[in-house]
T-cell receptor, first 112, second 116 residues
Framework: GEDVEQSLFLSVREGDSSVINCTYT??????LYWYKQEPGAGLQLLTY?????DMKQDQRLTVLLNKKDKHLSLRIADTQTGDSAIYFC????????????FGAGTRLAVHP | EAGVAQSPRYKIIEKRQSVAFWCNPI?????LYWYQQILGQGPKLLIQ????????DSQLPKDRFSAERLKGVDSTLKIQPAKLEDSAVYLC??????????????FGPGTRLTVL
């Protein structure tokens, strides 16, 4: 089946690193995505990783993929108050029409 | 490049009334998606269009929801009649690499619907 799970809440101090975790169930997923949603806004694509990769780095963002455990993580280095938002993990199962399956989102709160 | 446009941004209606949402995708994007995001949940795909044809509407409650994309560009999503449980944010997304695994979806700001 298709299911994506995330922890609901994470609180970090400004300047520390944040790690948001996600597990998914469809081992055939081709791509995995991280989206950011700020209050009252739509989803902003942060980064994505192809399923044959283990890691992808993009400035302050590092994505780690453990395909064996179906575990995805997003690390934000030097977390700032502007990073406070809800972060959604999404998988794209193979064989679908480009359909995305989203987790419920992790609310990141950054405090001074 | 202009993003995905949606209107209205907010709508409040009473149950059993009708409502329509409009979406204009990124120019040149062939694929358009409507998602429903209930408070505290992730978005759930309602319907996906490839140009003006439907490719996936398996999770669309067809007894009350309808959507069209007549000219393969903008799209409308309608609810008739609305129920309390339809209160949600309706997100439109588009993508431009039709059928390719690397096809990335870009989202609009959403329409927040409240049904009283």
């Amino acid at each position: 089946g298709e299911d994506v799970e995330q922890s609901l809440f994470l609180s970090v101090r400004e300047g520390d690193s944040s790690v948001i975790n996600c597990t998914y169930t469809d081992s055939s997923s081709t791509y995995l995505y991280w989206y950011k949603q700020e209050p009252g806004a739509g989803l902003q694509l942060l980064t994505y990783i192809f399923s044959n990769m283990d890691m992808k780095q993009d400035q302050r963002l590092t994505v780690l993929l453990n395909k064996k455990d179906k575990h995805l993580s997003l690390r934000i280095a030097d977390t700032q108050t502007g990073d406070s938002a809800i972060y959604f993990c999404a998988e794209k199962p193979s064989g679908g029409y480009n359909k995305l399956i989203f987790g419920a989102g992790t609310r990141l709160a950054v405090h001074p | 490049e202009a993003g995905v446009a949606q209107s209205p941004r907010y709508k409040i209606i009473e149950k059993r009334q009708s409502v329509a949402f409009w979406c204009n995708p990124i120019s040149g994007h062939a694929t358009l998606y409507w998602y429903q995001q209930i408070l505290g949940q992730g978005p759930k795909l309602l319907i996906q269009f490839q140009n003006n044809g439907v490719v996936d509407d398996s999770q669309l409650p067809k007894d009350r929801f309808s959507a069209e994309r007549l000219k393969g560009v903008d799209s409308t999503l309608k609810i008739q009649p609305a129920k309390l449980e339809d209160s949600a944010v309706y997100l439109c997304a588009s993508s431009g690499l039709a059928g390719r695994p690397s096809d990335t979806q870009y989202f609009g700001p959403g329409t927040r619907l409240t049904v009283l």
